[in-house]
Nanobody, 125 residues
Framework: QLVESGGGLVQPGGSLRLSCAAS????????IGWFRQAPGKEREGISC????????YYADSVKGRFAISRDTFNGTFYLQMNNLKPEDTAVYYC????????????????????WGQGTQVTVSS
């Protein structure tokens, strides 16, 4: 099970940190990722990471502004979002699966078995 927290309303240029707590499994040798879905658009992978150290992926739209990380002790991973823009407004989902393939694969295919419930992020003045 994955449980997300940290969404909310923020002004343009602001920051938020999303958290995703895993229960029932560890994240060792896993693929972890963050996805988002805006109204009327497909769900897109914005950042994925293989916890065994086999790579990280960022979508061009968030590169340099967002950062994915993991706490190895408490089974939680994060998405730090800086310099937020109105176009970042979406429902954000965390996801995880066995890390057999590349970070690019998981983010582009969205083929992960475990998903969080989603948390709304709204960027508006």
């Amino acid at each position: 099970q994955l449980v997300e927290s940290g969404g909310g309303l923020v002004q343009p240029g602001g920051s938020l940190r999303l958290s995703c707590a895993a229960s029932g499994f560890t994240l060792d040798y896993f693929a972890i990722g963050w996805f988002r879905q805006a109204p009327g658009k497909e769900r897109e992978g914005i950042s994925c990471l293989i916890t065994s150290g086999l790579g990280t992926y960022y979508a061009d739209s968030v590169k340099g502004r967002f950062a994915i990380s993991r706490d190895t002790f408490n089974g939680t991973f994060y998405l730090q979002m800086n310099n937020l823009k109105p176009e970042d407004t979406a429902v954000y989902y965390c996801a995880a699966d066995n890390g057999l393939f590349s970070a690019n694969y998981y983010c582009l295919s969205r083929s992960l078995n475990y998903w969080g419930q989603g948390t709304q992020v709204t960027v508006s003045s």
